[in-house]
């Protein structure tokens, strides 16, 4: 006969199995999930080397390239601005690096290189937008005539414009020798613009700006650029706007340009000024301009290509 005791022991027995079970069959599950987990880890090490060591390989690929277009560049824009003069003209945010590699460039062409013009950081600043306006009008020389747009930067290049520029159509300076200094300085005081020692009106314009534009007042600051570089090309016989890297967003001068029919249909612009071939970009948009025509190159998609097809 089975006793009560043979029972309560059989059930024992079968709830230690299934225990034993459990764990024995938990530590293998275990053991394969560890398992698939580190070769998962070791396929995710060895993709993230592959990429490291691809990176690697096109920086120095890149690299290379910058190498190879500095020293051709020179080469490449060589006699395309020769007979004619040009002037710099630089926002604040633009290094004194970038300025040199640029000028150097210019004379590479053949470019008279009249004098830098160096904007100040109150320049594009919308807190000084009202300041900028009165001293634009307090310094305007007799015989020049300010843009009927009320807006900071037009009215800056209608000012700026006719100082730096020879007249289009006649190819004589705008304003007299002594009218010029008085107007650069006064801009200087209010830490607008500061012009180079000597400077003397140039046919064509550079109008350089760095990248992308961040803060609250970006869009604000990056029109002011814009519309200043279209009013300086309407000044003189053209103008080339050229930012680095980020220039070309919606809150760089150069999206803005590209954005606005009314200022892509005359003013030429390039978005990697940053780099050898960007530089070359922004001597063969020069001569563009002198021909009368404009485009707008480098590397972001707003571009119509590199460089522009220009030849003789």
């Given at each position: 006969?089975?006793?009560?005791?043979?029972?309560?022991?059989?059930?024992?027995?079968?709830f230690?199995?299934?225990?034993?079970?459990?764990?024995?069959?938990?530590?293998?599950?275990?053991?394969?999930?560890?398992?698939?987990?580190?070769?998962?880890?070791?396929?995710?090490?060895?993709?993230?080397?592959?990429?490291?060591?691809?990176?690697?390989?096109?920086?120095?690929?890149?690299?290379?390239?910058e190498?190879?277009?500095?020293?051709?560049?020179?080469?490449?824009?060589q006699?395309q601005?020769?007979?004619?003069?040009?002037?710099?003209?630089?926002?604040?945010?633009?290094?004194?690096?970038?300025?040199?590699?640029v000028?150097?460039?210019?004379?590479?062409?053949?470019?008279?290189?009249?004098?830098?013009?160096?904007?100040?950081?109150?320049?594009?600043?919308?807190?000084?937008?009202?300041?900028?306006?009165?001293?634009?009008?307090?310094?305007?020389?007799?015989?020049?005539q300010?843009?009927?747009?009320?807006?900071?930067?037009?009215?800056?290049?209608g000012?700026?414009?006719?100082?730096?520029?020879?007249?289009?159509?006649?190819?004589?300076?705008?304003?007299?020798?002594?009218?010029?200094?008085a107007?650069?300085?006064?801009?200087?005081?209010?830490g607008?613009?500061?012009?180079?020692?000597?400077?003397?009106?140039?046919?064509?314009?550079?109008?350089?700006?760095?990248?992308?534009?961040?803060?609250?007042?970006?869009?604000?600051?990056?029109?002011?650029?814009?519309?200043?570089?279209t009013?300086?090309?309407?000044?003189?016989?053209?103008?080339?706007?050229?930012?680095?890297?980020?220039?070309?967003?919606?809150?760089?001068?150069?999206?803005?340009?590209?954005?606005?029919?009314?200022?892509?249909?005359?003013?030429?612009?390039v978005?990697?000024?940053?780099?050898?071939?960007?530089?070359?970009?922004?001597?063969?948009?020069?001569?563009?301009?002198?021909d009368?025509?404009?485009?707008?190159?480098?590397?972001?998609?707003?571009?119509?290509?590199?460089?522009?097809?220009?030849?003789?």
């Amino acid at each position: 006969m089975i006793s009560l005791r043979y029972h309560i022991v059989s059930i024992a027995a079968v709830f230690l199995a299934l225990a034993v079970g459990v764990v024995v069959g938990s530590s293998s599950v275990s053991d394969r999930l560890l398992t698939g987990v580190g070769h998962e880890r070791q396929s995710l090490q060895d993709q993230v080397d592959d990429l490291r060591a691809e990176r690697t390989a096109l920086k120095a690929q890149v690299a290379a390239a910058e190498r190879v277009n500095s020293t051709i560049g020179p080469m490449a824009v060589q006699d395309q601005l020769a007979q004619r003069s040009v002037v710099l003209i630089a926002s604040a945010d633009v290094s004194e690096q970038q300025r040199d590699a640029v000028a150097q460039l210019l004379r590479a062409a053949g470019a008279d290189l009249t004098g830098e013009v160096h904007l100040g950081e109150a320049f594009a600043d919308p807190d000084r937008a009202d300041q900028l306006r009165r001293v634009v009008t307090e310094l305007l020389p007799a015989g020049v005539q300010l843009p009927t747009a009320a807006d900071p930067g037009t009215l800056a290049g209608g000012l700026i414009g006719p100082l730096t520029l020879l007249n289009p159509q006649s190819g004589q300076p705008q304003t007299g020798d002594q009218e010029r200094e008085a107007a650069l300085a006064g801009l200087a005081d209010g830490g607008f613009a500061m012009a180079s020692p000597g400077l003397r009106p140039a046919q064509l314009a550079v109008v350089l700006t760095g990248g992308r534009i961040d803060g609250d007042s970006a869009g604000d600051r990056a029109a002011t650029l814009a519309r200043f570089a279209t009013q300086i090309d309407r000044a003189g016989q053209g103008a080339v706007l050229a930012g680095d890297t980020g220039s070309a967003d919606g809150t760089g001068a150069v999206g803005v340009a590209r954005a606005d029919p009314a200022i892509s249909s005359i003013l030429s612009t390039v978005d990697n000024v940053g780099s050898s071939s960007g530089r070359v970009a922004v001597v063969l948009a020069v001569r563009e301009q002198a021909d009368r025509q404009s485009g707008h190159y480098g590397v972001a998609s707003s571009a119509q290509g590199p460089v522009p097809n220009t030849r003789g």
